[in-house]
């Protein structure tokens, strides 16, 4: 259970605090948690609130690394995927890509079929573990009949084909964060939500817990741990430097955001869509929940990382390029429902260029406190390896010996209604529905409306739908007036089209 009770939680010690409810910030609690220990995570704002909410959610397995040869990242890749589809099939399943190709550069069938034939060699071990339905087939080379059969709107005049591959995706990322902390806490995790850290507590150079701020009342509180992990993602280099010093290779910000259209896709995979010219973007469109979800658009950033809203110039930008490589598309005519917009990491001031390797940074080698640790992820598939890593340092440092194999299984998942779902017991069994709203308001640290449309369920996806569902909910939870309104105002800033973030 994620109760959330922050003066309960100051009265005990911990073997580590871990900054920040994304998705790496929950791996790093989940990892340490089913390896014996005891962390706290704390997050400033809710779970999975911000560049994990607004992923394009697909989970690449490596195939762009074969381009450069980066065979270790490759391996990784494909081995964290499989962790992903072995260990979350109820939320993670296979998505069959097609890229079509015209002739030119890689995009060429000699090219992408030595590609592929290469991808299914390396990722023999793809689908080890994995559950019959989830595992991925094998990728080939489509003639461009057979292309234009997987999706109509392909136009086989001067193609060579289709390149055909299996990824994986995530319709529901903050569901899946969820389930990680909820996984953390049934292995001894705690984890708090709204709880802001202010400052560090040392003793004699060494970490000895932080200080952190409830936003919701104003309570300040002491939490003690000998080791803290700072995983606050975009805010990561911020929290660095209030708590050691400004390390910029920590965090350079770039712009990243995808498109949800209200458009109906006309195709049932994911294209990979390339405009015919020199140095045109790869773009990835599939169909998520009925529309068109499309990315990722990157765009060099200066400036504070709070907001992270692309201005209408680069969101028309984007969808152009998008109508540049598939003119059935229309993209530019469909109205945006959202902009799914976040920072990653870049590896130099100012560019596009994204950084290829997370960083764990032990602040006490660099002159800082011992025991505090700084991570900067970089793709959330990934997340749980640099877990890994970075636990294996703090392991070792602490004295604690090897890194532990895990010991505590995954509980059963959450059974989450969808909202057609919702609806129906709405009026057939509103009794029934009041009491699993409840529980799940209580069991996963609900504070806002938000939370539970948006981070808990997809309820508050659907913006046609989203004012009755709002109010169906405030209903069930029996808020008044005041409550209510001031829920619905901070849902309609959180579920903006623009700057949801």
Request: one cysteine or more; glycine letters at 8%; hydrophobic letters at 45%.
């Amino acid at each position: 259970m994620m109760r959330r009770d922050p003066r309960h939680a100051a009265a005990f010690a911990y073997d580590l605090v871990v900054v920040g409810g994304g998705i790496q910030g929950a791996m790093v609690a989940l990892e340490a948690a089913r390896r014996g220990r005891r962390p706290l995570l704390v997050e400033r704002n809710d779970f999975g609130g911000a560049t994990s909410w607004n992923s394009l959610r697909i989970v690449h397995g490596g195939l762009r690394y074969l381009q450069t040869a980066d065979l270790p990242r490759f391996f990784e890749s494909v081995a964290e995927r499989r962790w992903l589809l072995r260990h979350f099939p109820d939320l993670v399943r296979p998505l069959p890509c097609l890229m079509p190709l015209p002739g030119n550069g890689v995009r060429r069938a000699s090219v992408m079929r030595l590609a592929l034939l290469a991808n299914d060699l390396l990722g023999a071990t793809r689908n080890r573990g994995v559950r019959a339905d989830r595992r991925l087939p094998p990728g080939g080379i489509l003639s461009p009949e057979a292309a234009r059969a997987r999706h109509p709107g392909v136009d086989p005049v001067d193609l060579e084909g289709g390149a055909l591959w299996y990824d994986a995706v995530l319709p529901n990322a903050p569901r899946l964060v969820m389930e990680v902390l909820r996984w953390a806490a049934r292995a001894g995790a705690r984890v708090l939500n709204y709880l802001e850290v202010t400052g560090l507590i040392t003793v004699r150079g060494r970490v000895a817990g932080v200080r952190g701020l409830d936003r919701e009342t104003g309570e300040e509180f002491e939490f003690q741990a000998p080791v803290v992990v700072n995983c606050a993602g975009p805010w990561c280099r911020a929290l660095a430097a209030r708590l050691h010093r400004d390390v910029p290779a920590l965090f350079r910000p770039s712009l990243a955001f995808n498109v949800l259209l209200d458009r109906e896709p006309p195709f049932s995979l994911a294209l990979a869509l390339t405009a015919r010219r020199r140095g045109a973007r790869t773009y990835f469109a599939y169909p998520w929940r009925g529309r068109l979800l499309a990315g990722t658009y990157h765009a060099p950033w200066s400036g504070p990382v709070d907001d992270p809203s692309p201005d209408e110039r680069l969101v028309r930008e984007l969808l152009r390029e998008l109508d540049d490589a598939a003119p059935f598309l229309d993209a530019e005519s469909a109205p945006v429902l959202r902009v799914h917009a976040g920072f990653l990491p870049a590896d130099a001031d100012g560019t596009v260029r994204l950084a290829t390797r997370a960083l764990v940074l032990d602040h006490g080698r660099a002159g800082g406190p011992e025991g505090l640790y700084s991570v900067s992820g970089v793709k959330f598939t990934t997340a749980r390896r640099v877990a890994e890593r970075t636990l294996r340092r703090v392991w070792a440092r602490q004295g604690w010996g090897r890194l532990a194999r895990p010991i505590v299984p995954r509980p059963e998942p959450r059974a989450v209604p969808e909202l057609d779902e919702l609806e129906r017991l709405r009026r057939e069994a509103p009794g029934l529905l009041r009491s699993r709203l409840q529980s799940l308001v209580v069991e996963e640290a609900v504070v806002h409306l938000d939370d539970l449309l948006l981070r808990r369920s997809d309820w508050g996806l659907d913006p046609g739908r989203l004012p009755s569902v709002a109010d169906a909910v405030a209903d069930l939870l029996g808020w008044d007036d005041i409550r209510r309104a001031a829920e619905r105002a901070r849902l309609a800033t959180a579920a903006a089209p623009l700057g949801a973030a």
